[in-house]
């Protein structure tokens, strides 16, 4: 079923239930949020990413060998 489909199926319920399915798709859109602000969740810049990541490929190759194996 396509979100249209489902759309048009919600528009059809009584106002009640739209009010249910509102609460619900808003809920799932806080959560969602909650996630990606979560405290202590840190990104880091792209640039600094590869730097770093090709810092501990290097010095540490010999046991990414092994681990490939």
Request: contains cysteine.
């Amino acid at each position: 079923m396509s979100a249209m489909e489902v759309i048009e199926k919600i528009k059809l319920l009584p106002r009640e239930e739209q009010e249910r399915v509102s609460t619900f798709v808003k809920s799932l859109m806080t959560n969602d949020e909650a996630l990606r602000d979560e405290p202590g969740v840190r990104y880091m810049d792209v640039s600094k990413a590869k730097t770093v990541s090709a810092e501990i490929f290097s010095k540490h190759a010999g046991l990414f060998c092994k681990l490939a194996n």
